[in-house]
T-cell receptor, first 116, second 114 residues
């Protein structure tokens, strides 16, 4: 079975500070990994994805994430947070079951608050 | 512009009533999904459909029903059997071309039971 854990439910940072949101996964092979962002009352927007290749992936809005197979992690980072980054962030993992069914699993989310 | 349209944005229901949430996509995606979101629970899969006229139960299908008569449409009915239907519902779709495997989400529908 595949699973995703986001250890931090809520993080508060000051505007201009750096940010790292943690994501750990469990999966038997190399997974597809994603980060999505959700503003209050809105749908989810894809920030970035990792399928293969370079383990450091760049996304929109200045975000990046690094895939570390040895640690089963895919942490999201941003060097300098803006007040508009306040939102909820979801890490996701996708893979194919033995029957060929595509399965996508999300973590429970990390809510980011930004102090002006 | 291509995307997913969910309607209505807000819906109020009396206990004992069935309601149907609409989801339409013009992305030519084969697969479509319905998720339920509650505070602190993340996204939980209700139903998904990989092709027209076929769908499978997700993790929390009890009290819900779906249909997939057209590629573009995947409506969700919340029945009176759903014990706690107040939630935010998200529809998503996924393309099957190489390099995709990402979900595109609609803006969501918030259902409140009075």
């Amino acid at each position: 079975a595949q699973s995703v854990t986001q250890p931090d439910i809520h993080i508060t940072v000051s505007e201009g500070a750096s940010l790292e949101l943690r994501c750990n996964y469990s999966y038997g092979a190399t997974p597809y990994l994603f980060w999505y962002v959700q503003s209050p009352g809105q749908g989810l927007q894809l920030l970035l994805k990792y399928f293969s290749g370079d383990t450091l992936v760049q996304g929109i809005k200045g975000f990046e994430a690094e895939f570390k197979r040895s640690q089963s992690s895919f942490n999201l980072r941003k060097p300098s947070v803006h007040w508009s980054d306040a939102a909820e962030y979801f890490c996701g993992l996708a893979g194919y079951s033995g029957a060929g069914s595509y399965q996508l699993t999300f973590g429970k989310g990390t809510k980011l608050s930004v102090i002006p | 512009d291509g995307g997913i349209t969910q309607s209505p944005k807000y819906l109020f229901r009396k206990e004992g009533q069935n309601v149907t949430l609409s989801c339409e996509q013009n992305l030519n995606h084969d697969a479509m999904y319905w998720y339920r979101q509650d505070p602190g629970q993340g996204l939980r899969l209700i139903y998904y459909s990989q092709i027209v006229n076929d769908f499978q139960k997700g993790d929390i299908a009890e009290g819900y029903s779906v249909s997939r008569e057209k590629k573009e449409s995947f409506p969700l009915t919340v029945t009176s059997a759903q014990k706690n239907p107040t939630a935010f519902y998200l529809c998503a779709s996924r393309g099957s071309y190489s390099g995709a495997n990402v979900l595109t989400f609609g803006a969501g529908s918030r259902l409140t039971v009075l």
